[in-house]
């Protein structure tokens, strides 16, 4: 992430959190106790997110058409996330478990509903958003990679790490590249703030991002 002075979460409750750049404030050992618990359900809604990510990262390449930069780094992002969907999915299938609609928690509603809506807000804040989604799921994955019980989904986690950081390193280059340093970093720390407020009640339900 270019080395930029970006807010870094502390250390969580738990041994072996990640420490990720982007986030305000780290996941909790509740969290951590539910998706353990429910390891069945956390998969099938990681599947629903890979393809989530796919999806937004396409809306970005079809809201800014003529942004050929926008689609170079985007489209093999896009590709990336089908692949750990397929493969997650695949995961699902050799369980005997078929991929089925979940409730959403309000997790990527309430995120969505601080885009700015003017240009080029809109653009700055999309950006962000999907990084903070991203850089979040990238913690919890590596929290997931060194607590469960199941040596199957430690790899899984494990192995999509890299791929994961890469992701919001990513967005925060599309950033920097088309506005200042001290705009970026300001914004991403008031949204960072709310994504941690967002979950600082956990969802009854267990989700990767609850």
Do not use: N
């Not at 409750?13 to 780290?26: E, F, I, N, Q, S």
């Not at 890299?162 to 590249?177: K, P, T």
């Not at 970026?184 to 339900?205: F, M, N």
């Amino acid at each position: 992430m270019s080395g930029a002075s970006l807010p870094v979460a502390a250390e969580a409750p738990v041994a072996a959190a990640a420490r990720v750049r982007w986030l305000a404030a780290p996941s909790s050992a509740a969290w951590l106790e539910q998706a353990l618990a429910h390891p069945e359900l956390l998969l099938i809604d990681h599947a629903h997110c890979e393809r989530k990510a796919a999806g937004a990262a396409l809306q970005l390449m079809f809201r800014y058409p003529s942004d050929g930069e926008l689609a170079a780094v985007l489209s093999p992002l896009a590709r990336e996330e089908l692949e750990h969907f397929e493969r997650v999915q695949a995961l699902l299938e050799r369980r005997g478990l078929g991929l089925r609609a979940l409730a959403a928690p309000p997790y990527g509603a309430a995120l969505a509903a601080l885009v700015r809506r003017a240009e080029p807000e809109r653009m700055l804040d999309s950006f962000l958003v999907a990084g903070l989604i991203e850089a979040r799921s990238h913690e919890r994955m590596a929290m997931l990679a060194a607590h469960s019980p199941d040596p199957e989904l430690r790899d899984l986690y494990a192995d999509l790490l890299a791929s994961e950081a890469r992701h919001f390193g990513l967005y925060w280059v599309l950033c920097e590249r088309r506005w200042p340093r001290p705009v970026v970093t300001d914004r991403l720390t008031a949204l960072a703030e709310s994504e941690a407020g967002i979950l600082a009640c956990l969802h009854p339900q267990p989700r990767m991002h609850s």
